[in-house]
Protein backbone atom coordinates (compact mmCIF):
# COMPACT_ATOMS: atom_id res chain seq x y z
CA UNK A 1 0.00 0.00 0.00
CA UNK A 2 1.04 3.54 -0.78
CA UNK A 3 2.46 5.70 2.08
CA UNK A 4 3.89 8.56 0.62
CA UNK A 5 2.41 10.69 -2.10
CA UNK A 6 3.42 13.98 -3.69
CA UNK A 7 0.89 15.89 -5.60
CA UNK A 8 2.27 18.81 -7.97
CA UNK A 9 1.18 21.13 -10.21
CA UNK A 10 1.79 20.69 -14.02
CA UNK A 11 0.78 23.59 -15.50
CA UNK A 12 1.18 27.54 -14.70
CA UNK A 13 -0.83 26.93 -11.10
CA UNK A 14 -3.98 27.14 -9.51
CA UNK A 15 -5.02 23.54 -10.64
CA UNK A 16 -6.51 22.40 -7.43
CA UNK A 17 -3.60 21.01 -6.04
CA UNK A 18 -5.91 22.15 -2.73
CA UNK A 19 -8.59 20.58 -3.15
CA UNK A 20 -7.02 17.29 -4.41
CA UNK A 21 -5.01 17.06 -1.73
CA UNK A 22 -7.38 17.63 0.98
CA UNK A 23 -9.55 15.11 -0.35
CA UNK A 24 -6.38 12.60 -0.01
CA UNK A 25 -5.38 14.21 3.24
CA UNK A 26 -8.56 12.49 5.15
CA UNK A 27 -6.84 9.32 5.19
CA UNK A 28 -3.21 11.29 5.73
CA UNK A 29 -1.17 11.32 8.77
CA UNK A 30 0.53 14.29 6.91
CA UNK A 31 0.75 17.15 4.78
CA UNK A 32 4.07 18.90 3.57
CA UNK A 33 4.87 22.19 2.36
CA UNK A 34 7.94 21.90 1.33
CA UNK A 35 8.62 25.01 -1.57
CA UNK A 36 7.21 28.86 -2.04
CA UNK A 37 5.04 30.85 0.26
CA UNK A 38 1.91 32.63 0.49
CA UNK A 39 1.81 33.07 -2.99
CA UNK A 40 0.47 29.93 -3.33
CA UNK A 41 -3.71 29.73 -3.18
CA UNK A 42 -5.12 27.01 -2.14
CA UNK A 43 -8.84 27.25 -1.73
CA UNK A 44 -10.74 24.05 0.21
CA UNK A 45 -14.24 23.22 0.85
CA UNK A 46 -14.68 21.62 4.10
CA UNK A 47 -16.80 18.78 4.93
CA UNK A 48 -19.65 21.33 5.65
CA UNK A 49 -19.54 22.67 2.72
CA UNK A 50 -17.85 26.01 4.00
CA UNK A 51 -14.72 27.44 1.58
CA UNK A 52 -11.51 28.98 2.82
CA UNK A 53 -8.26 29.48 0.95
CA UNK A 54 -5.01 28.51 2.64
CA UNK A 55 -1.61 30.59 1.20
CA UNK A 56 1.04 29.00 3.32
CA UNK A 57 -1.05 26.97 5.31
CA UNK A 58 -0.76 22.87 3.84
CA UNK A 59 -3.89 22.22 3.40
CA UNK A 60 -4.01 19.30 5.98
CA UNK A 61 -5.23 22.12 8.26
CA UNK A 62 -8.76 21.55 7.73
CA UNK A 63 -8.41 18.61 9.95
CA UNK A 64 -8.05 17.81 13.43
CA UNK A 65 -5.66 14.16 12.71
CA UNK A 66 -3.43 16.12 10.66
CA UNK A 67 -0.13 16.94 11.66
CA UNK A 68 0.79 19.80 8.97
CA UNK A 69 4.45 21.04 8.28
CA UNK A 70 5.85 23.85 6.89
CA UNK A 71 9.47 22.57 5.41
CA UNK A 72 12.85 24.14 5.20
CA UNK A 73 12.08 24.65 1.66
CA UNK A 74 9.40 27.11 2.64
CA UNK A 75 9.74 30.84 2.78
CA UNK A 76 7.38 32.05 5.52
CA UNK A 77 5.28 34.80 6.22
CA UNK A 78 4.20 34.60 9.97
CA UNK A 79 0.88 37.21 9.38
CA UNK A 80 -0.47 34.91 6.70
CA UNK A 81 -0.08 31.95 8.48
CA UNK A 82 -1.40 33.16 11.27
CA UNK A 83 -4.76 34.45 9.18
CA UNK A 84 -4.83 31.02 7.42
CA UNK A 85 -4.89 29.07 11.07
CA UNK A 86 -7.57 31.50 11.77
CA UNK A 87 -10.59 29.61 13.66
CA UNK A 88 -9.23 26.30 12.43
CA UNK A 89 -8.00 23.43 15.48
CA UNK A 90 -4.47 22.55 13.35
CA UNK A 91 -1.61 20.64 14.34
CA UNK A 92 1.66 22.51 12.91
CA UNK A 93 5.32 22.30 12.52
CA UNK A 94 7.77 24.49 11.15
CA UNK A 95 11.14 23.55 10.25
CA UNK A 96 13.90 25.75 12.24
CA UNK A 97 15.60 26.04 8.38
CA UNK A 98 13.16 27.79 6.76
CA UNK A 99 13.59 31.48 5.81
CA UNK A 100 10.93 34.04 6.70
CA UNK A 101 9.33 36.13 5.04
CA UNK A 102 9.90 40.42 6.33
CA UNK A 103 8.22 44.22 5.04
CA UNK A 104 11.53 44.54 3.34
CA UNK A 105 10.86 41.57 1.04
CA UNK A 106 8.09 43.13 0.20
CA UNK A 107 9.06 46.34 -0.45
CA UNK A 108 11.66 45.29 -2.78
CA UNK A 109 9.25 42.59 -4.78
CA UNK A 110 6.99 45.75 -5.34
CA UNK A 111 9.53 48.10 -5.95
CA UNK A 112 11.31 45.92 -8.52
CA UNK A 113 8.29 45.32 -10.07
CA UNK A 114 7.22 48.75 -10.87
CA UNK A 115 10.84 49.46 -11.98
CA UNK A 116 10.36 46.75 -14.32
CA UNK A 117 7.37 49.10 -16.15
CA UNK A 118 6.09 47.11 -18.68
CA UNK A 119 8.43 43.89 -18.58
CA UNK A 120 7.29 43.16 -14.90
CA UNK A 121 6.80 39.81 -14.17
CA UNK A 122 3.14 40.14 -12.31
CA UNK A 123 4.34 38.61 -9.68
CA UNK A 124 1.86 38.09 -6.45
CA UNK A 125 3.89 41.02 -4.81
CA UNK A 126 4.36 38.45 -1.36
CA UNK A 127 8.17 39.16 -1.06
CA UNK A 128 8.94 35.57 -2.48
CA UNK A 129 11.76 36.14 -5.16
CA UNK A 130 13.58 38.73 -2.75
CA UNK A 131 13.37 36.03 0.30
CA UNK A 132 14.81 33.33 -1.98
CA UNK A 133 17.49 35.70 -3.01
CA UNK A 134 18.27 36.59 0.57
CA UNK A 135 18.14 32.81 1.04
CA UNK A 136 20.73 32.23 -1.38
CA UNK A 137 23.02 35.16 -0.50
CA UNK A 138 23.46 33.60 3.00
CA UNK A 139 21.65 37.06 4.51
CA UNK A 140 18.47 35.34 5.31
CA UNK A 141 16.62 34.70 8.93
CA UNK A 142 15.28 31.54 9.39
CA UNK A 143 12.59 29.92 11.80
CA UNK A 144 15.28 28.84 14.27
CA UNK A 145 15.33 32.72 15.34
CA UNK A 146 11.58 32.73 16.26
CA UNK A 147 12.96 30.98 19.54
CA UNK A 148 15.82 33.29 20.39
CA UNK A 149 13.55 36.89 20.34
CA UNK A 150 16.62 39.33 21.22
CA UNK A 151 18.66 37.53 18.65
CA UNK A 152 16.02 37.94 16.65
CA UNK A 153 15.15 41.53 17.19
CA UNK A 154 18.85 42.42 16.94
CA UNK A 155 18.40 40.38 13.37
CA UNK A 156 15.84 42.83 12.26
CA UNK A 157 17.32 45.92 13.47
CA UNK A 158 20.65 45.43 11.45
CA UNK A 159 18.20 44.19 8.55
CA UNK A 160 15.89 47.39 8.33
CA UNK A 161 19.48 49.40 8.11
CA UNK A 162 20.84 47.71 5.47
CA UNK A 163 17.50 47.43 3.64
CA UNK A 164 16.68 50.38 3.56
CA UNK A 165 20.25 51.62 2.51
CA UNK A 166 19.78 49.39 -0.39
CA UNK A 167 16.05 50.59 -1.32
CA UNK A 168 17.36 54.06 -1.45
CA UNK A 169 20.00 53.38 -3.30
CA UNK A 170 18.21 51.30 -6.02
CA UNK A 171 14.72 53.15 -5.50
CA UNK A 172 15.02 56.56 -4.21
CA UNK A 173 11.00 56.85 -4.18
CA UNK A 174 10.48 54.23 -2.15
CA UNK A 175 9.29 54.17 1.76
CA UNK A 176 11.98 53.68 4.25
CA UNK A 177 11.10 50.71 6.74
CA UNK A 178 10.71 51.23 10.06
CA UNK A 179 12.57 48.60 12.64
CA UNK A 180 10.09 49.45 15.75
CA UNK A 181 7.27 49.01 13.93
CA UNK A 182 8.30 45.44 12.05
CA UNK A 183 9.50 44.60 15.46
CA UNK A 184 6.08 45.49 17.28
CA UNK A 185 4.01 43.36 14.25
CA UNK A 186 6.33 40.35 14.39
CA UNK A 187 7.08 39.89 18.08
CA UNK A 188 3.87 38.24 18.82
CA UNK A 189 4.02 36.00 15.97
CA UNK A 190 7.07 34.96 16.64
CA UNK A 191 5.62 34.18 20.55
CA UNK A 192 3.36 32.14 19.13
CA UNK A 193 4.38 30.41 16.05
CA UNK A 194 7.46 29.59 18.43
CA UNK A 195 7.03 26.54 19.85
CA UNK A 196 6.04 25.00 16.32
CA UNK A 197 9.41 25.09 15.17
CA UNK A 198 11.50 22.33 14.94
CA UNK A 199 13.75 19.79 12.91
CA UNK A 200 10.80 18.65 10.35
CA UNK A 201 13.91 16.47 8.46
CA UNK A 202 14.14 14.25 11.71
CA UNK A 203 10.59 14.57 12.51
CA UNK A 204 9.21 13.66 8.82
CA UNK A 205 11.90 10.64 8.65
CA UNK A 206 10.90 9.21 12.05
CA UNK A 207 7.26 9.07 10.55
CA UNK A 208 8.45 7.60 7.51
CA UNK A 209 10.02 4.89 9.69
CA UNK A 210 6.64 4.50 11.35
CA UNK A 211 4.74 3.46 8.45
CA UNK A 212 2.96 6.82 8.57
CA UNK A 213 1.11 8.00 5.45
CA UNK A 214 2.35 11.39 4.42
CA UNK A 215 0.99 13.71 1.49
CA UNK A 216 3.51 16.34 -0.51
CA UNK A 217 1.81 19.61 -1.12
CA UNK A 218 3.16 21.42 -4.25
CA UNK A 219 2.84 24.65 -4.58
CA UNK A 220 2.60 26.52 -8.21
CA UNK A 221 3.28 24.22 -10.83
CA UNK A 222 5.96 22.84 -13.64
CA UNK A 223 5.42 25.87 -15.75
CA UNK A 224 6.38 28.48 -12.68
CA UNK A 225 9.29 26.18 -11.56
CA UNK A 226 12.72 28.18 -11.69
CA UNK A 227 14.64 25.52 -13.61
CA UNK A 228 12.21 24.15 -15.94
CA UNK A 229 9.49 26.72 -16.49
CA UNK A 230 8.95 29.81 -18.60
CA UNK A 231 11.91 31.78 -17.28
CA UNK A 232 12.20 34.40 -15.93
CA UNK A 233 7.86 34.03 -15.73
CA UNK A 234 8.16 32.21 -13.13
CA UNK A 235 8.86 31.67 -9.47
CA UNK A 236 11.16 31.41 -7.01
CA UNK A 237 12.03 27.95 -5.64
CA UNK A 238 11.89 24.04 -7.63
CA UNK A 239 8.27 23.63 -7.66
CA UNK A 240 9.30 20.24 -9.57
CA UNK A 241 9.88 17.04 -7.81
CA UNK A 242 13.50 17.50 -6.56
CA UNK A 243 11.72 20.98 -4.65
CA UNK A 244 10.28 18.25 -2.43
CA UNK A 245 13.64 16.39 -1.24
CA UNK A 246 15.39 19.63 -0.59
CA UNK A 247 12.52 21.30 0.71
CA UNK A 248 12.06 18.70 3.29
CA UNK A 249 15.71 17.13 3.82
CA UNK A 250 14.32 13.27 3.02
CA UNK A 251 15.98 11.40 0.45
CA UNK A 252 15.16 9.75 -2.35
CA UNK A 253 12.52 6.62 -1.13
CA UNK A 254 10.64 9.88 0.61
CA UNK A 255 8.07 9.97 -2.40
CA UNK A 256 6.46 6.70 -3.55
CA UNK A 257 4.07 7.81 -5.74
CA UNK A 258 3.92 11.52 -7.82
CA UNK A 259 0.47 13.03 -8.77
CA UNK A 260 0.65 15.61 -11.50
CA UNK A 261 -2.89 17.59 -11.00
CA UNK A 262 -3.88 19.53 -14.22
CA UNK A 263 -6.97 21.38 -15.24
CA UNK A 264 -9.43 20.40 -17.92
CA UNK A 265 -8.45 23.35 -19.82
CA UNK A 266 -5.63 25.86 -19.24
CA UNK A 267 -4.66 28.88 -16.90
CA UNK A 268 -2.23 31.61 -15.92
CA UNK A 269 -1.99 34.61 -14.06
CA UNK A 270 0.85 36.99 -14.18
CA UNK A 271 2.84 37.66 -17.90
CA UNK A 272 4.44 35.47 -19.36
CA UNK A 273 4.27 32.92 -22.74
CA UNK A 274 0.68 31.48 -23.23
CA UNK A 275 0.19 30.04 -26.56
CA UNK A 276 -3.70 28.15 -26.47
CA UNK A 277 -4.99 31.26 -24.57
CA UNK A 278 -7.46 32.61 -26.88
CA UNK A 279 -7.64 36.60 -25.37
CA UNK A 280 -5.61 39.84 -25.19
CA UNK A 281 -4.12 39.80 -21.92
CA UNK A 282 -4.58 43.30 -21.81
CA UNK A 283 -8.77 43.12 -22.32
CA UNK A 284 -8.40 40.44 -19.52
CA UNK A 285 -6.49 42.65 -17.01
CA UNK A 286 -9.76 45.07 -17.25
CA UNK A 287 -12.08 42.76 -16.34
CA UNK A 288 -13.07 42.78 -12.31
CA UNK A 289 -14.86 39.69 -10.53
CA UNK A 290 -18.38 40.33 -10.76
CA UNK A 291 -18.84 41.77 -13.62
CA UNK A 292 -21.64 41.07 -16.15
CA UNK A 293 -21.40 37.39 -17.33
CA UNK A 294 -22.05 36.30 -21.15
CA UNK A 295 -25.18 37.88 -23.17
CA UNK A 296 -27.59 35.01 -24.32
CA UNK A 297 -26.47 35.35 -27.54
CA UNK A 298 -22.54 34.95 -25.92
CA UNK A 299 -23.63 32.02 -24.01
CA UNK A 300 -25.48 30.67 -27.12
CA UNK A 301 -22.04 30.63 -29.12
CA UNK A 302 -20.45 28.81 -26.33
CA UNK A 303 -23.57 26.12 -26.43
CA UNK A 304 -23.19 26.17 -30.60
CA UNK A 305 -19.88 24.00 -30.95
CA UNK A 306 -19.52 26.24 -33.96
CA UNK A 307 -16.03 26.74 -33.55
CA UNK A 308 -15.81 28.69 -36.86
CA UNK A 309 -18.37 31.41 -35.44
CA UNK A 310 -15.04 34.34 -35.00
CA UNK A 311 -15.73 34.81 -31.14
CA UNK A 312 -15.80 31.47 -30.42
CA UNK A 313 -12.44 31.05 -28.52
CA UNK A 314 -12.96 34.03 -26.82
CA UNK A 315 -16.36 33.57 -25.46
CA UNK A 316 -15.46 30.16 -24.11
CA UNK A 317 -12.65 31.05 -22.04
CA UNK A 318 -14.87 34.23 -21.04
CA UNK A 319 -17.61 31.40 -20.09
CA UNK A 320 -14.94 28.98 -18.30
CA UNK A 321 -13.78 32.39 -16.07
CA UNK A 322 -17.12 33.07 -14.66
CA UNK A 323 -18.06 29.49 -14.51
CA UNK A 324 -15.17 28.15 -12.83
CA UNK A 325 -14.14 31.83 -10.81
CA UNK A 326 -11.44 31.71 -12.38
CA UNK A 327 -9.56 34.91 -10.24
CA UNK A 328 -6.47 34.42 -8.41
CA UNK A 329 -7.19 32.99 -5.21
CA UNK A 330 -3.97 35.50 -3.69
CA UNK A 331 -4.68 38.67 -5.55
CA UNK A 332 -7.71 38.27 -6.81
CA UNK A 333 -6.71 38.62 -10.07
CA UNK A 334 -8.67 37.56 -13.28
CA UNK A 335 -6.76 34.58 -14.63
CA UNK A 336 -5.81 34.37 -18.14
CA UNK A 337 -7.16 31.01 -19.90
CA UNK A 338 -7.42 29.06 -22.90
CA UNK A 339 -7.46 25.66 -24.03
CA UNK A 340 -5.59 22.91 -22.41
CA UNK A 341 -2.61 22.09 -24.02
CA UNK A 342 -1.05 18.80 -23.99
CA UNK A 343 2.71 19.99 -24.94
CA UNK A 344 2.68 21.23 -21.39
CA UNK A 345 1.41 18.67 -19.28
CA UNK A 346 4.06 16.26 -21.61
CA UNK A 347 6.81 18.66 -20.24
CA UNK A 348 5.52 18.29 -16.45
CA UNK A 349 5.08 14.68 -16.52
CA UNK A 350 8.85 13.72 -17.94
CA UNK A 351 10.50 16.27 -15.41
CA UNK A 352 8.42 14.91 -12.36
CA UNK A 353 8.38 11.20 -13.83
CA UNK A 354 4.48 11.49 -12.66
CA UNK A 355 2.96 8.03 -12.07
CA UNK A 356 -0.81 9.50 -12.85
CA UNK A 357 -3.12 12.48 -13.17
CA UNK A 358 -5.84 14.23 -11.66
CA UNK A 359 -7.85 16.13 -13.50
CA UNK A 360 -9.79 18.88 -12.10
CA UNK A 361 -12.38 21.14 -13.10
CA UNK A 362 -13.96 19.13 -15.17
CA UNK A 363 -17.24 20.18 -14.45
CA UNK A 364 -16.59 23.41 -16.14
CA UNK A 365 -16.23 22.67 -19.41
CA UNK A 366 -19.14 21.15 -19.32
CA UNK A 367 -22.26 22.77 -21.71
CA UNK A 368 -19.47 24.05 -24.10
CA UNK A 369 -20.29 23.30 -27.63
CA UNK A 370 -16.87 21.86 -28.81
CA UNK A 371 -13.66 21.50 -26.96
CA UNK A 372 -10.20 21.98 -28.27
CA UNK A 373 -6.76 20.08 -26.83
CA UNK A 374 -3.78 21.70 -28.33
CA UNK A 375 -1.95 18.76 -29.08
CA UNK A 376 1.84 20.19 -30.64
CA UNK A 377 2.94 23.39 -32.23
CA UNK A 378 3.69 24.63 -35.90
CA UNK A 379 5.98 26.85 -36.91
CA UNK A 380 4.28 29.66 -39.08
CA UNK A 381 6.70 29.76 -41.88
CA UNK A 382 8.23 25.86 -42.07
CA UNK A 383 4.83 24.35 -40.64
CA UNK A 384 7.22 21.77 -38.92
CA UNK A 385 5.08 20.54 -35.81
CA UNK A 386 6.72 19.71 -32.43
CA UNK A 387 5.75 18.24 -29.46
CA UNK A 388 7.94 19.21 -26.98
CA UNK A 389 7.93 22.21 -24.66
CA UNK A 390 11.30 24.51 -25.58
CA UNK A 391 13.56 26.22 -22.58
CA UNK A 392 14.11 28.89 -24.42
CA UNK A 393 10.29 29.60 -24.76
CA UNK A 394 10.79 32.66 -27.43
CA UNK A 395 11.23 30.28 -29.89
CA UNK A 396 7.84 29.71 -29.39
CA UNK A 397 6.89 33.20 -30.36
CA UNK A 398 6.78 31.61 -34.36
CA UNK A 399 4.80 28.57 -33.46
CA UNK A 400 0.78 28.26 -33.47
CA UNK A 401 -1.05 25.72 -31.11
CA UNK A 402 -2.41 22.71 -33.28
CA UNK A 403 -5.71 21.95 -31.68
CA UNK A 404 -7.73 18.36 -31.88
CA UNK A 405 -11.28 19.15 -31.78
CA UNK A 406 -13.40 17.15 -29.21
CA UNK A 407 -17.23 17.56 -29.03
CA UNK A 408 -18.99 18.78 -25.70
CA UNK A 409 -20.99 17.43 -23.28
CA UNK A 410 -23.87 18.45 -20.81
CA UNK A 411 -25.35 17.24 -17.56
CA UNK A 412 -22.57 15.42 -16.32
CA UNK A 413 -22.41 17.35 -12.77
CA UNK A 414 -22.74 15.56 -9.71
CA UNK A 415 -21.37 12.10 -11.39
CA UNK A 416 -19.07 9.74 -9.41
CA UNK A 417 -18.57 6.97 -11.51
CA UNK A 418 -16.56 7.10 -14.38
CA UNK A 419 -18.65 5.09 -16.37
CA UNK A 420 -21.84 7.12 -15.82
CA UNK A 421 -20.21 10.23 -17.12
CA UNK A 422 -21.37 11.20 -20.74
CA UNK A 423 -19.64 9.70 -23.76
CA UNK A 424 -18.10 12.62 -24.43
CA UNK A 425 -16.99 13.10 -21.48
CA UNK A 426 -15.18 9.78 -21.24
CA UNK A 427 -13.58 10.27 -24.68
CA UNK A 428 -11.67 13.73 -23.79
CA UNK A 429 -10.29 12.10 -20.44
CA UNK A 430 -9.48 9.05 -22.49
CA UNK A 431 -7.73 11.22 -25.27
CA UNK A 432 -5.58 12.99 -22.71
CA UNK A 433 -4.49 9.86 -21.17
CA UNK A 434 -3.75 8.48 -24.52
CA UNK A 435 -1.68 11.25 -25.82
CA UNK A 436 0.38 11.41 -22.99
CA UNK A 437 0.60 8.06 -21.79
CA UNK A 438 -0.19 8.65 -18.51
CA UNK A 439 -3.54 7.41 -16.62
CA UNK A 440 -5.52 10.20 -15.23
CA UNK A 441 -7.16 8.36 -12.09
CA UNK A 442 -8.77 10.80 -10.13
CA UNK A 443 -11.68 13.44 -12.17
CA UNK A 444 -12.89 16.11 -9.79
CA UNK A 445 -16.25 16.34 -11.13
CA UNK A 446 -17.32 19.95 -8.75
CA UNK A 447 -16.02 22.10 -5.96
CA UNK A 448 -17.17 20.03 -3.23
CA UNK A 449 -15.20 17.93 -1.27
CA UNK A 450 -16.37 14.62 -2.08
CA UNK A 451 -17.47 15.98 -5.65
CA UNK A 452 -14.37 13.56 -7.56
CA UNK A 453 -14.36 10.19 -9.39
CA UNK A 454 -11.95 7.82 -8.08
CA UNK A 455 -11.03 6.02 -11.06
CA UNK A 456 -8.21 3.71 -9.34
CA UNK A 457 -7.23 3.64 -5.60
CA UNK A 458 -4.56 6.72 -5.21
CA UNK A 459 -3.44 5.43 -0.62
P1 LIG B 1 -0.70 28.00 -6.52
O1 LIG B 1 0.06 27.17 -5.50
C1 LIG B 1 -0.56 30.62 -9.95
C2 LIG B 1 2.89 33.28 -10.35
C3 LIG B 1 2.63 34.76 -10.26
C4 LIG B 1 3.70 35.28 -11.19
C5 LIG B 1 4.88 34.34 -10.91
C6 LIG B 1 5.89 34.88 -9.93
O2 LIG B 1 -1.96 28.58 -6.04
O3 LIG B 1 -0.82 27.24 -7.79
P2 LIG B 1 5.88 35.16 -7.29
O4 LIG B 1 4.96 35.95 -6.41
O5 LIG B 1 5.88 33.70 -7.00
O6 LIG B 1 7.24 35.74 -7.37
O7 LIG B 1 5.24 35.35 -8.77
O8 LIG B 1 4.30 33.16 -10.40
N1 LIG B 1 2.41 32.46 -9.20
C7 LIG B 1 1.33 31.68 -9.23
N2 LIG B 1 0.41 31.51 -10.21
N3 LIG B 1 -0.66 29.92 -8.80
C8 LIG B 1 0.26 30.07 -7.83
O9 LIG B 1 0.28 29.27 -6.75
C9 LIG B 1 1.30 31.00 -8.00
N4 LIG B 1 2.33 31.42 -7.26
C10 LIG B 1 3.01 32.29 -8.00
O10 LIG B 1 1.35 35.08 -10.71
O11 LIG B 1 3.32 35.08 -12.51
MG1 LIG C 1 -3.93 28.86 -6.48
Not at 53 to 79: D, W
Not at 241 to 255: C, K, M, P, W, Y
Not at 320 to 349: C, F, M, N, Q, S
Request: aromatic fraction near 8%; charged fraction near 25%; include cysteine.
Amino acid sequence: MTKRIAVLGTQWGDEGKGAIVAQLAKDADYVVRAQGGDNAGHTLYQEDGTKIVVNIAPSGVIYPHVKNIIANGCVLNLETLAQNLNGLNSQLYISDAAHLIFDWHKAFDGAKEKARGKASLGTTNRGIGPAYMDKMQRTGLRASLLQNLSELEQRICSQVTQKNHELQALYPNSTLLNAEQIWANIKPLAQRFAPYVTDTSLLLSQAIKDKQRILFEGAQAAMLDIDHGTYPYVTSSNTTIGGILTGTGLGLNAVEKVIGVAKAYSTRVGEGIFLTETEPYTDIKKITRGTPSLTHREKAIVRSGNIDHQEYDKVVTRYIREDADEYGATTGRPRRVGWLDLVVLRKAIRINNLDSLALTRLDCVDGIGMLKICTGYKHNVTNEIITEFPNNHSLLEQYQPVYHIMPGWRNSKDIRAFKELPKDARAYVKFIEQSLDTPITLIKNGCGLNDYIERKKVW
